[in-house]
C-alpha cells in the first residue's frame, strides 16, 4: 500500500473542494482495502473510505484521520450465456462509466441509461444511483463488504440492500465498505425501454421503445452534456456531485399543500411535476420547485460558488470556491425553496464538517 501525508483532497473529488488528508493510503487490491480498514479501526482513529469523489463535499480544514483511497480494480465475468444473461463482478475502485463503455459494447443490457455518471463502481449502490428511468437496484445482484462491526466480509443479495430512490442500507452509515459488486445484465444488442420524453424525441422514437444499446448511450452522454454532467476540466459548470438535491417524494397531503401554494403564488392554471410513487405517495421534480422559488440557472454569479447555467441543480465551483462556499448556497436554495413551496430539499452529496 502506498502512503501520502498531508496530501490535498480536493483533487480527488468533482467538486474540487476540501483541505489535505493527514494521511492517505491507495488500496489497490481487496485485501489491501480490508486491512487499511481494519488497521485504522484497531487503532481507533477517524476513517474516510475514499473513492472516486462525486458525491462528496469535503470539509476545508481537511480531514485529520486516515483516508483510505479505494483504487481497486477488476471487471470479471461470472458467467454469460443466452439464457442466463451475463453475471458481471466489478471491483469497488473500477471507474463506472467506463464500465457502462464495455457493457454497452459487450451487448450488456440494463446500465446504459446511466452512461456518463461520474465516480467509482463501489459508490453505486450506496445511493443506488439512477438516471433516465434506470437506477442500479434494477441490476445489481449482490454487493459484497467489509462490516466494519462485525469484522467479516458478508455478501449482500439485492433485497439485504434495501434500495429505495437513492437510498440503501449503506447510505447513512460507515458500517459498510463496499468490496465489488455483482451485475446482473441482459445479454441483448437493444437497450430497456426509452422512459424520459427527452431522450426518446432525441433518438426519434416513441416512450417505451428500445434502441441499439450504442446509440442509447450517445443520446444519453448528449443529454447529460447540455445539463454540464458529463466532467470537463474546462467546463466550470460540470465542477460539481451533479445534482445536488434528490426529488422529493411527498405524501398525498404534502403534494395537495404543496399544489395550493403553488396556485397561490404562480396561478391557478400551473401545476408541480407529479410522478406517482408506490403507497400512494408522488415525487415532484426538485429543479422545476428551484427554479420557481427564483433561483434561475447561473444564481450566485461570477461565484466563487453558483448555479450550473446549465442546470439548476447542480451547485457549482466556479474555480476558487471552497466547502463553505458551496454549503452556503446549497443552504440559501433549500431554505429559499422551503419558504416558498413548504418543501424541504434534501442533499443527494455527504457533506462532511459541516451540516446544511
Not at 459548470?237 to 396556485?263: I, K, M, Y
Request: proline share 5%.
Amino acid at each position: 500500500m502506498r502512503e501520502l501525508h498531508d496530501e490535498p483532497l480536493a483533487g480527488y473529488t468533482t467538486m474540487r473542494v476540501g483541505g489535505p488528508a493527514a494521511r492517505m493510503v491507495v488500496a489497490e487490491t481487496t485485501d489491501e482495502l480490508v486491512d487499511a480498514v481494519r488497521e485504522v479501526d484497531d487503532a481507533d482513529e477517524p476513517l474516510l473510505v475514499l473513492g472516486g469523489g462525486s458525491n462528496l463535499v469535503l470539509p476545508d480544514e481537511g480531514f485529520a484521520g486516515t483516508v483510505v483511497l479505494v483504487a481497486t480494480q477488476g471487471v470479471e465475468v461470472d458467467s454469460a450465456d443466452s439464457c442466463g444473461g451475463a453475471n458481471v463482478v466489478v471491483a469497488a475502485g473500477e471507474p463506472w462509466d467506463p464500465f457502462v463503455e464495455r457493457a454497452v459494447a459487450e451487448g450488456w443490457s440494463g446500465i446504459e441509461a446511466l452512461s456518463g455518471i461520474p465516480g467509482s463502481t463501489g459508490a453505486t449502490p450506496v445511493q443506488n444511483v439512477g438516471a433516465y428511468g434506470q437506477e442500479v437496484a434494477q441490476t445489481i445482484a449482490r454487493v459484497r463488504v467489509w462490516d466494519r462491526l462485525e469484522e467479516r466480509v458478508r455478501t449482500m443479495m439485492s433485497l439485504d440492500c434495501r434500495f429505495t430512490y437513492r437510498h440503501s442500507l449503506f447510505k447513512g452509515t460507515d458500517r459498510y465498505v463496499v468490496l465489488d459488486v455483482m451485475f446482473q445484465l441482459v445479454l441483448a444488442d437493444l437497450s430497456g425501454p426509452v422512459r424520459y420524453a427527452d431522450l426518446a424525441t432525441q433518438l426519434g422514437v416513441d416512450v417505451g421503445a428500445r434502441v441499439p444499446l450504442a446509440d442509447a448511450r450517445e443520446a444519453v452522454l448528449a443529454q447529460r452534456r447540455r445539463r454540464g454532467m458529463v466532467l470537463d476540466a474546462e467546463d466550470h459548470d460540470t465542477w460539481s456531485c451533479g445534482s445536488f438535491f434528490t426529488n422529493p417524494v411527498l405524501t398525498t397531503e404534502e403534494f395537495q399543500s404543496l399544489e395550493a401554494r403553488v396556485a397561490e403564488r404562480l396561478g391557478a392554471d400551473v401545476t408541480p411535476p407529479r410522478f406517482p410513487e408506490a403507497g400512494g405517495r408522488v415525487k415532484t421534480s426538485a429543479a422545476w420547485l428551484i427554479e420557481r422559488a427564483g433561483f434561475g440557472k447561473g444564481h450566485a454569479l461570477p461565484g466563487p460558488a453558483a448555479l450550473s447555467t446549465k442546470h439548476t441543480l447542480a451547485v457549482t465551483n466556479r474555480g476558487q470556491a471552497r466547502a463553505a462556499d458551496v454549503v452556503a448556497l446549497a443552504r440559501e436554495v433549500r431554505d429559499g425553496v422551503h419558504d416558498v413551496f413548504g418543501v424541504t430539499l434534501v442533499n443527494e452529496p455527504v457533506i462532511l464538517g459541516q451540516t446544511l
